[in-house]
């Protein structure tokens, strides 16, 4: 009896020392999931708002006048690490094919077009009005969505782009650091922005006007019948160096490059090249972000995170600002987290 009901004893001790190794590795599990989520936004917004910084740094900080340059390095920085991940078996990538480029060459011009008008924007003007003036995109997306896609939107969401457009405007007219190049530049990348935005297809709540038709195409003439983003991101990137290169001998930068004593400096090919590793670092951030969570979040923290990316523009480069252009930037700021929310519903 006593061996039997020490059997018994050791048994019921065994079965607690199971029950009590698999409770903490369920609680485990479970941390790790919510840290997943977390992490993956909050390194998606780091990467966003440091890209844009650091852009503006170079662009006017260290004033350098070469914005398609800076756009060049940027995007053959991509080019080299995602190649490398590629032939490492990293990440799957699709093959360069001729019948690929001839489909995507188009939606490549509008690419290059989007940053290198960007680039120049925000070399004139400062970072929380790029912020506002971006709000323009929704406006002419949302538009495009109508009379291309037959799609109609409710009340909530045309307040918000009404909201938008009267906080540009008036964002605009309070500007003490107007500049009207800036502005024009700004103008034509929202235009060319709704024309490809945005890179994840997929998980867009945003609709294509031009992407989404372009893809299909795309899917049908690779070899897997698939384009994932990495695919994407090396076909634009390295698409982009060609075009790329002849802008720089159209708008004349060979010349400045020749000249500026900053490609002399070590720091700044530091940072030109940090700002390259960013650039990646949005596309791999916001893909482990949107598997993480899913369009509704991405959406939502995508427009809330402009809202500390204004105002460290606006510390950090000194911005001078009066009480009306801070309230416009505000309503601005507020209507794409209105938006982004109407959009969900």
């Known amino acids: 009896m006593k061996t039997h009901s020490s059997n018994h004893e ?129 406006v002419i997306t949302a538009i495009g969505e109508m009379y291309m896609f037959n799609k109609h939107h409710d009340n909530r969401v045309w307040a918000s782009l009404f909201i938008m457009i009267i906080s540009a405007i008036s964002g605009g007219i309070t500007d003490l650091s107007f500049h009207a190049i800036g502005y024009t530049w700004q103008f034509i990348n929202c235009f060319l922005t709704a024309s490809y935005s945005p890179m994840v297809a997929d998980y867009a709540l945003f609709a294509q006007l031009t992407l989404r038709r372009v893809m299909d195409t795309a899917k049908q003439v690779t070899k897997s019948g698939e384009l994932n983003e990495f695919s994407m991101v090396l076909l634009n990137n390295t698409l982009s160096l060609p075009l790329g290169v002849l802008l720089i001998f159209v708008f004349n930068e060979v010349d400045y490059l020749l000249q500026t004593p900053l490609l002399r400096l070590p720091t700044f090919w530091l940072v030109m090249t940090f700002s390259g590793f960013l650039g990646l670092a949005i596309s791999f951030t916001s893909m482990w972000f949107l598997h993480q969570t899913g369009a509704t979040t991405y959406s939502l923290v995508g427009s809330l995170n402009k809202i500390p990316l204004s105002i460290a523009g606006i510390f950090i480069f000194k911005v001078p600002t009066s009480l009306e252009n801070s309230a416009s930037i505000f309503f601005g700021l507020l209507a794409g987290v209105l938006f982004a929310r109407a959009k969900m519903r």
């Open 10 to 138: 050791i048994d019921m001790e065994s079965r607690r020392l199971v029950e009590d190794k698999e409770r903490p590795v369920r609680s485990k599990r479970v941390i790790t999931i919510h840290n997943q989520a977390l992490l993956s936004g909050f390194a998606y917004c780091i990467s966003s708002c440091s890209m844009i910084l650091v852009n503006k740094y170079v662009l006017s900080s260290y004033d350098f006048n070469a914005g398609i340059s800076l756009m060049l390095y940027q995007n053959l920085v991509s080019v080299v690490i995602v190649s490398i991940l590629s032939l490492l078996g990293v990440v799957k990538t699709e093959p360069l094919t001729w019948r690929l480029i001839k489909v995507w060459l188009p939606v490549n011009v509008i690419f290059v077009g989007m940053l290198v008008t960007s680039m120049f924007s925000l070399r004139y003007i400062n970072v929380a009005m790029v912020t506002v003036l971006k709000n323009v995109t929704n």
